[in-house]
Antibody
Framework: QVQLVQSGAEVRKPGSSVKVSCKASGGPFSSHAVSWVRQAPGQGLEWMGGIIGMFGTTSYAQKFQGRLTITADEITSTAYMELSSLRSEDTAVYYC?????????????WGSGTRVTVSS | DIQMTQSPSSLSVSVGDRVTITCRASQGISNSLAWYQQKPGTLPRLLIYAASTLQSGVPSRFSGSGSGTDFTLTISSLQPEDVATYYCQKYNSAPLTFGGGTKVEIK
């Protein structure tokens, strides 16, 4: 059974950056697309972007273009999400989410979540 | 980008009632639509994919329908454990946009 284990909670100041990791264990990684989804306190799910590991291609929601970078390391089966120019509105729980197939599809495995707090 | 609009945003129903949640895409997405359930403090759970295919282990009181731009999630007889927020998501192509969510409560 595949598990996605994310890095621990982070606290950042406005204007800084944060990098969250997502390590897969117990199953294939590069043969699945991985998305990053966030959820602000009391709010809904928001798709931020994703990576198709097999090809290394990324897609980003327009809202995050220019300050979001998603990468993946096939050797360590780890995906990364880096968000820059942080503001208070970026305070949220960030999830990695594995798609069912190598191309973008529905999520069949969710990461444990990483709480990011942006505060001065 | 294609927008996903869910309605209603919340509803309060009695145990045993039928619940219907709709999700509308601003452009056609064929049947590339999934539904998730999220209970407070927990991870989202996949209920339905390909608009109408029930994920393994999901109770048969959940069903999905639709194609193109209009989709429906139905709970045939609401149970107390179904109290949650429900989200639709398109996945035909990036961005994989979620609907705004529908919070279901017991009356």
């Amino acid at each position: 059974q595949v598990q996605l284990v994310q890095s621990g909670a982070e606290v950042r100041k406005p204007g800084s950056s944060v990098k969250v990791s997502c390590k897969a264990s117990g199953g294939p990684f590069s043969s699945h697309a991985v998305s990053w989804v966030r959820q602000a306190p009391g709010q809904g799910l928001e798709w931020m972007g994703g990576i198709i590991g097999m090809f290394g291609t990324t897609s980003y929601a327009q809202k995050f273009q220019g300050r979001l970078t998603i990468t993946a390391d096939e050797i360590t089966s780890t995906a990364y999400m880096e968000l820059s120019s942080l503001r208070s509105e970026d305070t949220a729980v960030y999830y990695c989410a594995r798609g069912k197939y190598y191309y973008y599809s529905y999520v069949d495995v969710w990461g444990s979540g990483t709480r990011v707090t942006v505060s001065s | 980008d294609i927008q996903m609009t869910q309605s209603p945003s919340s509803l309060s129903v009695s145990v045993g009632d039928r619940v219907t949640i709709t999700c509308r895409a601003s452009q056609g997405i064929s049947n590339s639509l999934a539904w998730y359930q999220q209970k407070p403090g927990t991870l989202p759970r996949l209920l339905i994919y390909a608009a109408s295919t029930l994920q393994s282990g999901v109770p048969s009181r959940f069903s999905g329908s639709g194609s193109g731009t209009d989709f429906t999630l139905t709970i045939s007889s609401l149970q107390p454990e179904d109290v949650a927020t429900y989200y639709c998501q398109k996945y035909n192509s990036a961005p994989l946009t979620f609907g705004g969510g529908t919070k279901v409560e017991i009356k």
